[in-house]
């Protein structure tokens, strides 16, 4: 069981846009801690998607964008495209636990 | 370009210890943190523990107290992770994840990952 919350699965057609959730509580991301977002492709190493909230690293096309509101935040995914299928996690900083938190992932499907 | 380099694939027999070492490249060693994050199969991420050089410090997930020891041995640039008491659940891909240098709260690179299988 997972410390942050997320769905196991979303979906999309190409050109569509999707957004993943992903909910907390008020020792990690209530608590001010930030959200930060990876993608896994298939056969691949974790890449970091979105740092603190809603920053894009170099090279992440801004189809990506982040949001975090309350004990919540959120990926969305514009103009979806195929490459875009992978598996998408969460992670921030539990200070009850004094432990960095995952989500327990969302594989994305283009359909 | 950073690189974080990792030892090869490991077989081990259940109580047994695996030692898996990363090797970062391409950045200043101490300013930064190292994590260690597994994957099993049909599972998630899971952090494990992390070192920052440059505090001497070591923590690590409660789920892993007593199992887990993460050094830096800053002669040799290298971070290592044992894990003792190997268990079949512990088979799984370690990934060796850099932390950002400013607050130390998210992995900016990630090592190419090292599947330990634990199988008797």
């Known amino acids: 069981q997972s410390i942050l919350t997320q769905p196991p699965s979303v979906s999309g057609a190409p050109g569509q846009r999707v957004t993943i959730s992903c909910t907390g509580s008020?020792?990690?991301?209530?608590?001010?801690?930030?959200v930060h977002w990876y993608h896994q492709l298939p056969g691949t190493v974790p890449k970091l998607l979105i740092y603190?909230?809603?920053n894009r690293p170099s090279g992440v096309p801004d189809r990506f964008s982040g949001s975090k509101s309350g004990t919540s935040a959120s990926l969305a995914i514009t103009g979806l495209q195929a490459e875009d299928e992978a598996d998408y996690y969460c992670q921030s900083y539990d200070s009850s636990l004094s432990e960095y938190v995952f989500g327990g992932g969302t594989k994305l499907t283009v359909l | 370009q950073v690189q974080l380099v990792q030892s090869g694939a490991e077989v081990k027999r259940p109580e047994s210890s695996v030692k898996v070492s990363c090797r970062p490249s391409g950045g200043t060693f101490t300013n930064y943190g190292f994590s260690w994050v597994r994957r099993a199969p049909g599972q998630g991420l899971e952090w494990m523990g992390r070192i920052i050089p440059i505090l001497g410090i070591a923590n690590y997930a409660q789920k892993f107290h007593g199992r887990l020891t993460i050094i830096a041995d800053e002669s040799t640039n290298t971070v290592y992770m044992e894990l003792s008491g190997l268990r079949y659940e512990d088979t799984a891909v370690y990934y060796c994840?850099?932390?950002?240098?400013?607050?130390?709260?998210?992995?900016?690179?990630w090592g190419e990952g090292t599947l330990v299988t634990v199988s008797s």
């Open positions: 008020r020792s990690n991301i209530g608590a001010g801690y930030e």
């Open positions: 603190d909230n809603n």
């Open positions: 994840a850099r932390l950002q240098n400013s607050g130390w709260l998210y992995f900016d690179y």
